[in-house]
Every structure is written in structure tokens, then in C-alpha cells.
């Protein structure tokens, strides 16, 4: 079960919203709703984001074939992940790799991104099994991919429109994995 806030607001009339905030899901109604309304709102706005959040993540079977998919086509099939899986709780990480078991975990948030974004953020944890760090070497292995740089700067875009107070990181290191 999903933990909702609701959040009532005096300059909403008519418009209730929802989005998920962590692992919370923030609905915005307006003050005047009653609590039986609220609720019917609640179960709504929850439904929704739950049904579009279930159409937008691909299985794991998927991933880990994209990842093979990738692994030939950038890295000449020499990646090759133990095990690669969504995780719902990685919130200031795109992804992150354990090159010593060969597992990668890919953020859910993730999947909501554009493919072209999604498949840099997989081929950069796949790099990782062969160049654990981040220095030329490491870069060098994804050079070939051509919205290399696109990629890197859509996610920074998207990490810095959701930062808060988080003291802004190097953007040129995208983590331990690909941080967001």
C-alpha cells in the first residue's frame, strides 16, 4: 500500500492533482472538499498513478535483454551482468552496479525517461563491470553511444529540477552509478 499525503490548498476551486514524491504518493485538492470527497479523490488519484506507473515499467526480462542488446551493440558483448533488475529504492541514483557480483539495479524512475535516455543510463552500469570508475577508460568504452552527451544532460536537467536542498554534486560524475 502506497503512503498518501494530501495536501488541501485555499487557491484550488475545481483541480485535484497527484504525483508520487519518494515513496509516497502527494495528492492536491482544494480546501474546500469535504472528507468523503477527499477520499473519493484519494482512491482515484492513487489508481491512476498506480495503473500508469504499472504501463510505464517494462519487466526485468525486459531490461536484462536490452541490456544484452546494448552490451553487443556499444560494449562488443563483453558486459554481461549476473543479474539486472528495477528497484524502487534507489530515490538520488539513476542506477548503480556491483562489478564484483556482476548485479546492476536500474531506478524505476527511470523508466519514465525517454528510451534513448533509459539506454544510456543501462549502458552506463553495464561500462561499470568493465571500468568500475569513472576515468577515461571508463568514458572511453561509451563514447560510441550517440546521445552520449544528450543523455548525460537531459538527466542532469531532470536531477536539478527535483533537487532540494542537496548540496549539487560534480555534474560530470554521474555516480557510483548514474546519480539523479
Known sequence: MNEVEVRRSTRRRRTVSAYREGDRIVVLIPAGHSRRQEQEWI??????????????RPSDGRLAERA???????????????SIS???????????????DGTIRISDRVAALPRWVQDYVVLHELAHLLQPGHGPEFWRL???????????????????????????????????????
Not at 482512491?43 to 510505464?56: F, L, N
Not at 544484452?68 to 549476473?82: C, F, K, N
Not at 560510441?144 to 560534480?170: C, I, M, N, Q, W
Open 43 to 56: 482512491d482515484q488519484m492513487v489508481g491512476r498513478i498506480e495503473a500508469r506507473e504499472h504501463r510505464v
Open 68 to 82: 544484452w542488446e546494448l552490451s553487443q551493440s556499444y560494449l562488443g558483448g563483453l558486459a554481461r551482468p549476473a
Open 86 to 100: 528495477w528497484v524502487s529504492n534507489q530515490h538520488r541514483r539513476w542506477g548503480s552496479c556491483t562489478p564484483a
Open 142 to 180: 561509451l563514447r560510441s553511444y550517440p546521445k552520449l552527451e544528450r543523455a548525460k544532460g537531459f538527466l542532469e536537467g531532470v536531477a536539478h529540477g527535483a533537487r532540494d536542498d542537496t548540496p549539487p554534486g560534480d555534474p560530470g560524475d554521474t555516480g557510483d552509478c548514474v546519480d539523479g
